[in-house]
Each structure stands twice: as structure tokens, then as C-alpha cells.
Nanobody, 125 residues
Framework: QLQLAESGGGLVQPGGSLRLSCRVSGLALDYYAIGWFRQAPGKEREGVSCISTSGDSTNYADSVKGRFTISKDNAKNTVYLQMNSLKPEDTARYYC??????????????????WGQGTQVTVSS
């Protein structure tokens, strides 16, 4: 059974950095594209980034381009989201998702079928 577990969230000041991790268990990460999504209170969940099965292709939401970097370590069955230059508007619960497709047009939650429980990121002074 495929399971995903996010970690690395927390409270950080504007301009700071965090690295989120998504640990995949149940099957090898080699077989999965991974997406990162976030949901702020009162807002719809939005796609943040995704990485293809091979790791050769990535995509980012315009709001995070140049600040966030997604990567995967198949040996550790873990995907990372490095978040730099964080802004208050990045505050949200962040989820990773698998068993889907990393679109290079738009990162869509309906393209993924397995989800983690999320980790909270709060950017505040």
C-alpha cells in the first residue's frame, strides 16, 4: 500500500528557508511522479510543484518559480521541496501526492490519487 508522509514544516520569518520532505513507502519512488500542493485557510488547494517519474522534468507554479526547488532521492524514497525567500503568502498546509502525472502545463490535484496528511508552513515575523 502506497503511503506518503510529509515533514519539515514549521514557523519561519519572511525571507527564511525551509525544506519539506515527502517520504514514500509501500512501493519504490522510481515508479512515481510526485506533486506538492498547498492549501491556505479559506482557499482552494493549489499545485506548487511536481517532478516526473524519471526526475528529468519539473514544473512550478508561477508564484514560487525561482524560490522553490523540487528534487527526488530514489535511494531514500524521498522527495524534497526546498523553499527559499519565503513570504507570508506562502503560509499554508503543504501536501505531497503520488500515483499521478506531472503536467508541464498546470499542476492539477486530480492528476494524483495518493496523498499525505500534510505539514504546516507558517511564514510570519
Amino acid at each position: 500500500q502506497l503511503q506518503l508522509a510529509e515533514s519539515g514544516g514549521g514557523l519561519v520569518q519572511p525571507g527564511g528557508s525551509l525544506r519539506l520532505s515527502c517520504r514514500v513507502s509501500g512501493l519504490a519512488l522510481d515508479y512515481y511522479a510526485i506533486g506538492w500542493f498547498r492549501q491556505a485557510p479559506g482557499k482552494e488547494r493549489e499545485g506548487v510543484s511536481c517532478i516526473s517519474t524519471s526526475g528529468d522534468s519539473t514544473n512550478y507554479a508561477d508564484s514560487v518559480k525561482g524560490r522553490f526547488t523540487i528534487s527526488k532521492d530514489n535511494a531514500k524514497n524521498t522527495v524534497y521541496l526546498q523553499m527559499n525567500s519565503l513570504k507570508p503568502e506562502d503560509t499554508a498546509r503543504y501536501y505531497c501526492a503520488a500515483d499521478g502525472y506531472c503536467s508541464l502545463i498546470k499542476i492539477v490535484e486530480t492528476d494524483f490519487s495518493s496523498w499525505g496528511q500534510g505539514t504546516q508552513v507558517t511564514v510570519s515575523s
